[in-house]
């Protein structure tokens, strides 16, 4: 699976965004699909994930109500709508892709992933 992440930019806090992340190869609509993020310093950490069902979300509790993931697999694209956002939202956001599931995708982290994207800047100004 190959993976493009676009939609990044420039914000102000309590703005939104959406992220899509484009994917090629045949396993994608058997994937489960995640967002993770880094920022500058620190550890690339999860956002959320979505099972290849489409059933099944994770969100790590700091983006909880506010962030939300979805996919078409049709279009082999998966989609993070980040709304209310604030400055510690800031970093590079990463889509990934598994084999496990969403929880697991949560639980064991960048571990576990099998594929990533290029990052997509993701900027909010106070």
């Known amino acids: 699976v190959q993976l493009q992440a676009s939609g990044g930019g420039l914000v102000q806090a309590g703005g939104s965004l959406r992220l899509s992340c484009a994917a090629s190869?045949?396993?994608?609509?058997?994937?489960?699909m995640g967002w993770f993020r880094q920022a500058p310093g620190k550890e690339r950490n999860f956002v959320a994930a979505m099972g290849w069902r489409g059933t099944t979300t994770s969100y790590a509790d700091s983006v909880q109500g506010r962030f939300t993931i979805s996919r078409d697999n049709p279009k082999n694209t998966v989609y993070l709508q980040m709304n209310s956002l604030k400055p510690e939202d800031t970093a590079v956001y990463y889509c990934a892709a598994d084999q496990g599931g969403a929880l697991t995708m949560r639980k064991f982290g960048a571990d576990v992933v099998d594929y990533w994207g290029k990052g997509t800047l993701v900027t909010v100004s106070s």
């Open positions: 190869g045949r396993t994608f609509s058997r994937s489960t």
